[in-house]
């Protein structure tokens, strides 16, 4: 028996009582939006995650997108419109968001369905089990739209898939192939559609028959092996992403997708000479 619970707009999210799991689907009213993530979702997140923290009765989470595809990043045409010190804030949120993931005391499962893209991807390293379908499109494309990776593309996924992977996947954007998304470890499974139902079934099955006391510490140890790896990322990883943000060249990619002639990207000797010119404080708040 499924039961609705909550009234979010950007999320649907209904609990199953024969395996106390909780089934969360990303959605946005406009087709074209493919579940971007904007400022109300962030929030209806920080809502829903803060009740699974208290609810530990729940055994298991699924999270997937609507319409079989999971998300294509953030509402960047709505951030736009927000004041730099807005969108920094969110920034902040989101990565949090991620790092909570971690902790929550469920056993979570993303399924990314037909793939996802960017920031839309960084969702699901807080799951503890990743699942897509075999036919699926992936790419980390945060440089093709002027962004650092800020919900922890750099520096959580270091602790759940080899540097050598993400680097390539950061550096040179592209599709991925389904030998790299499951060798990485970023991909554990692959399912076909049909068998979507099936085999998700066995998997919540499985974690509801487990002794809930036990599946939670073991969940919280293997949490106390990565975690100092986390701890040090909130704060590398923001650092570099609001630097970034602060050049502002993400406007420009958008605005050059909408209009001509385009502006030019700061060149990094510009940059350079900004810092000399500016000073120690000025490039201390720029790392």
Do not use: C
């Not at 209904?14 to 971007?36: C, D, G, R, Y």
């Not at 699974?52 to 951030?79: A, C, M, P, R």
């Amino acid at each position: 028996m499924k039961t609705e619970i909550f009234n979010f707009n950007t999320l649907k999210v209904h609990v199953t009582s024969k395996t106390k799991t909780l089934f969360l689907q990303l959605i946005q009213p406009e087709e074209s939006k493919k579940n971007l993530i904007n400022e109300e979702m962030l929030d209806e997140l920080e809502s829903l995650f803060s009740w699974l923290s208290q609810h530990i009765e729940v055994n298991s989470v699924v999270i997937t997108g609507q319409d079989k595809y999971f998300s294509k990043g953030f509402d960047l045409d709505e951030f736009i419109k927000l004041p730099e010190k807005h969108f920094q804030k969110l920034l902040e949120k989101y990565q949090k968001l991620v790092y909570v993931m971690f902790f929550l005391p469920q056993t979570i499962i993303v399924n990314l369905q037909g793939g996802g893209v960017g920031p839309g991807l960084e969702l699901a390293m807080g799951a503890d089990i990743r699942l897509a379908y075999q036919e699926n499109y992936f790419s980390f494309d945060h440089l093709k739209q002027a962004l650092i990776p800020s919900g922890g593309g750099i520096g959580f996924s270091k602790e759940i898939i080899p540097n050598s992977f993400i680097r390539n996947w950061l550096l040179s954007p592209h599709s991925i192939d389904n030998q790299a998304l499951k060798g990485s470890g970023f991909i554990h499974n692959f399912l076909n559609k049909d068998e979507e139902e099936g085999v998700l079934s066995e998997m919540l099955t499985n974690i509801s028959n487990q002794a809930p006391v036990v599946r939670i510490q073991t969940k919280r140890s293997l949490l106390e092996a990565i975690l100092p790896g986390l701890d040090r990322a909130i704060t590398f990883e923001k650092k570099f992403a609001l630097a970034g943000l602060a050049m502002n060249d993400w406007k420009k990619k958008i605005n050059n997708s909408k209009k001509s002639p385009s502006q030019e990207f700061v060149k990094a000797r510009d940059l350079s000479l900004l810092l000399k010119k500016e000073g120690p404080t000025k490039k201390e708040n720029l790392q």
